[in-house]
Nanobody
Framework: QVQLVESGGGSVQAGGSLRLSCAAS????????MGWFRQAPGKERGGVAG????????YYADSVKGRFTISQDNAKNTLTLQMNSLKPEDTGTYYC??????????????????WGQGTQVTVSS
């Protein structure tokens, strides 16, 4: 059973930065997609960034390209999302997610079905 625990959310003004972390456990190899999703009030949860741990390949939603960076620390089994140039529309609950995958395709957001509890990010104008 994969377990995912997020940390690092908070409040920031537009243009600022935040760094989210996800501590992952319960899987034995690198053939996993790891990702970040967000859900704004009244909206559906959507994919923000993904990574195939086996190859380090990354995937981003168009709305965050050039501003967000997903990375991993294999030694610590930690996934990180560095968020720069934040906008009010980035506000929401951010979830760490995971799914085993032998072929990557970690930008297919419907692939994921293991979730953390979420962490709140609020960006004020």
């Amino acid at each position: 059973q994969v377990q995912l625990v997020e940390s690092g959310g908070g409040s920031v003004q537009a243009g600022g930065s935040l760094r989210l972390s996800c501590a992952a456990s319960g899987y034995s190899d690198s053939r996993w997609c790891m990702g970040w999703f967000r859900q704004a009030p009244g909206k559906e949860r959507g994919g923000v960034a993904g990574m195939w741990r086996a190859a380090g390949s990354t995937y981003y939603a168009d709305s965050v390209k050039g501003r967000f960076t997903i990375s991993q620390d294999n030694a610590k089994n930690t996934l990180t999302l560095q968020m720069n140039s934040l906008k009010p529309e980035d506000t929401g609950t951010y979830y760490c997610a995971a799914q085993s995958s032998y072929v990557g395709r970690c930008g297919v957001w419907t692939l994921y079905n293991n979730w953390g509890q979420g962490t709140q990010v609020t960006v004020s104008s």
